[in-house]
C-alpha cells in the first residue's frame, strides 16, 4: 500500500514537525514506508492533493497536523463541485492544538489507529456553502455565519494562540463587542417540511461533526453518515447570559443555553442586508462581504473517503 502523509509544520505553535519526528519510528512499524511531504506555506496542502489525486499511484493520503491541515487536505479532493476520487481516502495523525475534526472522528471510530493502518474508509458526508448558485465552497466539520469569523480574525492576530483557553479568551471578547445583524433563515427539516425564521443574529453554526473552537460542543447528536445537519442557531440582543452558560457548550448541552436553537435540516438559507463574516473549518472564508444574496448551506451524502 502506498501512502502519503503530508506534515503542516506550523500546527501546535511550530511543535509539530518536531512532534512527529519523536514518532516516526512507530508510525512507520505501523503504516510501513510512506512518502512525506512538508508543507511550506497556506494552501500548499490543498495543492498537493489535488496533484496527488490528479496524477494517480497513492491508495492513502494521511493529514498530520491540526483542524486546519486536515481542512486544506480536504478541499484537495474537490473539483468543479464533486470530489474527484472518492477510492483514496484521507486519514489524520492529530498534531494540531485544538483536534476538534478529530473529536468526532475517534468517537466514530474508537479503534481509529487500526482504521489507519487497515485503510479502513467510509463515504461519509461533506457539507457545501454557495452564495446565489455560485462561489461554491465545501466543508467537512463546522461552518458559521455571523460572530465566529471575526474571532477567528482575532485570534490569528493574537499572540495568544494556546487551544482551548485562546478560543475562550478571543470569543469572550469578540462577543461583548460584537452588533448583531437581522436575518432571514429558510430551511428543510430532516422531514423535507419547510421553515422561516428572523432573528437577531450572533452566530450560527451548520453542522456535520460536533466540535470546534477548542472542545465547543455545538452538535452533540451530530454523526457523518446521516444525510442530515445539525444546525445551532445563537440568537437575541442579551450577552451576559450567553457568557454565564458558557460551560454548557463545552459539556454538551448547548440547547439550553439562553437564545439558543438546534435544528435538524437537509438545507438552509440564511439572508441579511447586512454584511456577514463566513468561516468554514475554522478558515475565514469571508471576514465580512457577503451582503443581500442568500448564503445556502447543504450537505452532500456520502460524498468524502474518510479513514474510519
Known sequence: MKRLVILNPKSRHGAAEREFASQRARWE???????????RRPGDATETVRRVLREGGFD??????????????FCGYWSDGEVTNPQVPLGIINLGTGGDFYRTVRNASPEYESALVENRYRL?????????GAEFHPFL??????????????LKASRFQAGSAAYFL?????LLRYRTRRVE????DAE?????????????FACNGRFSGGGMQWAPSARLDDGLLRVTLIAGKRKWPLIL????????RVAEMPGAEVRVVRELTVTCAEELGLEADGEIVAANGFKASPLRFEVRPSAFPLIL
Open 245 to 252: 452558560h458558557a460551560r454548557k457548550v463545552y459539556g454538551g
Open 192 to 204: 423535507g417540511n419547510a421553515g422561516h425564521r428572523e432573528v437577531d443574529l450572533i452566530n450560527l
Open 185 to 188: 433563515i429558510d430551511y428543510l
Open 124 to 132: 461519509v458526508d461533506a457539507g457545501v456553502i454557495t452564495k446565489s
Open 141 to 154: 466539520n463546522i461552518a458559521s455565519v455571523g460572530m465566529a469569523a471575526a474571532m477567528l480574525g482575532r
Open 29 to 39: 512499524e505501523r503504516l510501513g514506508p510512506f512518502e512525506f511531504h512538508l508543507t
Open 170 to 174: 478571543h470569543t469572550l471578547v469578540t
Open 60 to 73: 492513502q493520503i494521511i493529514a498530520a497536523g491540526g483542524d486546519g491541515t486536515v481542512s486544506e487536505a
